[in-house]
């Protein structure tokens, strides 16, 4: 492994991809990110994420202005990711986490509806104080995108509007038509009865 390889929080600092606020339409900000001080090998042949948690966390919380952060990783990924005290740093660093484990390139399981409602609930009530979100899975791509989207139809876009959205701050996000079909099946939902009637 090169050092050209290497992507650390020093050379590389942490992006986050802001939804433009007119989206969701919020005093709010709502960005994807990747997994904070990860340490794995990319999709990039040659590339390696050799992160430092904490400063990862700082600059989430200082340059970005995060007040929550949404990890959507399951639980032995953040020990594969060598982030296992991920919510002990967050909580040090100022910044409120909201953990909702998602298989990865998957969905929200069946059955998990009023989970997701809630999820969904928590994020929209920090935006309209207008605070900071920020979502992560472990690339920042599919999990993330998809909760993303979710946030957004959940303020009346259609489910292509609310894609569409989220891949203007992401072109990577949502990976596959699993992804993409759960977003309208959850329009579709809410619409009929009526979750969000109040924007």
Request: contains cysteine.
């Amino acid at each position: 492994m090169t050092h050209a390889g290497r992507l650390t929080s020093v050379d590389s600092p942490i992006k986050v991809f802001w939804v433009a606020d007119a989206a969701h339409g919020t005093p709010g900000r709502l960005g994807l990110t990747f997994a904070p001080g990860k340490k794995a090998y990319g999709s990039d042949e040659g590339v390696y994420w050799d992160r430092d948690l904490r400063q990862d966390m700082e600059r989430l919380r200082e340059a970005h202005g995060a007040d929550l952060l949404v990890s959507l990783l399951e639980d032995f990924e953040y020990e594969d990711l060598g982030i296992p005290d991920l919510f002990t740093v967050a909580e040090a660093c100022g910044v409120r986490t909201e953990h909702f484990p998602i298989q990865d390139t998957r969905v929200p399981r069946a059955g998990q509806e009023g989970e997701v409602d809630r999820l969904i609930a928590t994020v929209r009530s920090a935006l309209a104080a207008g605070e900071t979100v920020v979502i992560h899975c472990m690339g920042g791509h599919g999990r993330t995108g998809t909760v993303a989207a979710l946030t957004l139809a959940s303020y009346g876009l259609s489910a292509e509007e609310a894609i569409r959205c989220v891949r203007v701050a992401q072109p990577k996000a949502l990976e596959n038509e699993l992804q993409t079909d759960y977003v309208a099946g959850a329009g579709r939902r809410w619409a009929s009865a009526g979750t969000w009637a109040q924007r």
